[in-house]
């Protein structure tokens, strides 16, 4: 049966490159991402929408790259994990998660950037609600948060106030 | 996961999107913004062998202030929360800032949200306590519906084969009207344990002209409950007629027992969120720049 259906062509610009592949209709944007482009930072966790491992950017915003098919990326931007860092220096973000150990085995992490990300250009002085509320789609089973919240600050500050 | 294996078919238009399902017939489907129809193929709960993707067709996505506020049927959640025309009536941003996380609420949209007619949706007992209007395209033309004849069942609506969702019209209230939309959640991505949606509008000595309260949730569709709008009807609020709006709700509430709640806990908890929700109503129908926020457990 799926040789029998059309590929679909999806150009896509994933971290300022632009990339054109004929795919099969169902493929998922994490799908598409780490075995058409081998993006391979973007993680798969729940794969149910729920815990926002596979979290990226989509033309500025941020989605579940699991529940998103990559033809709905057509003609759009992409930012990966692996777009944050430029000539090898750490995104401003990366480097408070790294400061702040706002991980521990690091699986969650991609997705906590983006979301950070986001959330910072929505809130460069966030609350604590609204910090709760901006990683509320993103779930880490190792860390209980508290790290993280301080990688976020710490990144909200400009890289002080960095705490251990 | 990967989904059934589907053919893909983008529409340039609403219209051409209707033909298109219409010609494919009874294995088609119509692709919002994908946020509960994706899961589903991933389980393979559902596996049609066609898609008919609407995110590309133009002008689709908006909010307009005119004659109502009209919300286009592909505006996502968070187009909504951030719109200062939604933001003039606070219980649909309450809603759309508040479902699920940023990831979904960026991609799902408010025309997909109904037409699922999910019983858990966070949409229908806020269109029903502002008496929403749904526009709907399909075969037949046009046609408007009343938000309260357009949800019939659970995961069930009024839409026939090859109708879509347009625009949804929400009617600007009247002076010194107020509403406000709480829910309780275990945590942000997933569904509601209990919702209640109410919206009031108040006469100049800030008693009760008319109210509608609506659970969310707790039942196949979202539940009117009468008897606290009659509760509330005339009156001042207070705190003996809160206990009676709260006793009302208790009393209406029919849930059931599940991973989200015993039937007793969401009984109890719909009657907590019906009176901050009402209190909310009251001071925003006075004018008073109230932000609420659903409650996690």
Redesign the interface.
């Known amino acids: 049966?799926?040789d029998a259906?059309?590929r679909?062509r999806v150009s896509v610009k994933v971290n300022g490159k632009q990339y054109a592949r004929d795919i099969?209709?169902?493929t998922?944007l994490v799908?598409f991402l780490r075995e058409e482009l081998n993006l391979t930072g973007t993680h798969i966790g729940c794969?149910?929408?729920?815990c926002?491992a596979c979290?990226v950017m989509?033309n500025g915003?941020?989605?579940?790259s699991?529940?998103?098919?990559a033809?709905?990326a057509?003609g759009g931007a992409v930012l990966t994990v692996e777009g944050l860092a430029k000539d090898r220096e750490l995104h401003p973000v990366q480097q408070a998660f790294s400061d702040c150990h706002g991980f521990q085995c690091g699986y969650c992490t991609p997705g906590f950037l983006m979301?950070t990300l986001?959330l910072l250009e929505e809130h460069p002085h966030p609350t604590e609600?609204d910090i709760r509320?901006?990683i509320?789609?993103?779930t880490c089973r190792c860390t209980g948060y508290q790290n993280i919240f301080k990688a976020i600050r710490t990144a909200a500050a400009g890289g002080e106030n960095i705490g251990h | 996961?990967?989904?059934?294996?589907?053919?893909?078919h983008?529409a340039a238009s609403y219209s051409e999107a209707i033909s298109q399902l219409s010609e494919l017939g009874d294995d088609a489907k119509f692709?919002a913004g994908?946020?509960s129809l994706?899961?589903l193929?991933?389980l393979r709960l559902s596996m049609p062998r066609h898609?008919v993707?609407l995110?590309?067709i133009p002008e689709t996505s908006y909010i307009r202030s005119n004659g109502a506020l009209r919300i286009g049927a592909m505006t996502r959640h968070?187009q909504i929360a951030a719109s200062p025309d939604a933001a003039r009536m606070p219980i649909l941003r309450d809603c759309a800032a508040g479902i699920?996380?940023?990831?979904?609420r960026?991609?799902g949209t408010i025309g997909g949200s109904i037409a699922e007619a999910d019983p858990t949706g966070d949409w229908a007992p806020v269109l029903l306590a502002t008496g929403a209007t749904v526009k709907t395209l399909g075969l037949n033309g046009e046609r408007s519906i009343d938000i309260a004849d357009f949800i019939l069942d659970a995961y069930q609506s009024a839409l026939q084969p090859a109708e879509l969702v347009t625009e949804i019209e929400v009617p600007h209230p009247p002076t010194r009207s107020g509403g406000a939309y709480i829910a309780l959640k275990r945590?942000?991505?997933?569904y509601a344990s209990a919702s209640v949606a109410v919206q009031v509008t108040l006469h100049d000595d800030y008693s009760c002209r008319d109210a509608r309260v609506y659970l969310g949730v707790l039942g196949l569709t979202a539940t009117r409950v009468p008897a606290a709008e009659e509760a509330l009807q005339g009156q001042q609020l207070n705190a003996e007629i809160l206990g009676k709006v709260r006793a009302a709700v208790m009393d209406t509430a029919q849930p059931t027992s599940d991973m989200r709640g015993s039937a007793d806990y969401k009984r109890q908890a719909a009657g907590r969120l019906a009176t901050l929700a009402v209190e909310a109503a009251f001071q925003r129908a006075r004018g008073d720049d109230v932000e609420v926020?659903h409650l996690y457990a």
């Open positions: 049966m799926p259906i059309p679909v099969e209709p169902r998922l799908q794969d149910t929408s729920y926002g979290t989509l915003q941020t989605v579940k699991c529940t998103v098919f033809f709905q057509d979301s986001q609600w509320k901006g509320a789609g993103n | 996961m990967y989904p059934g294996a589907f053919a893909y983008r692709l994908g946020q994706i899961p193929l991933k898609l993707d995110n590309f968070s699920a996380d940023p990831q979904v960026h991609m945590c942000a991505p997933v926020t």
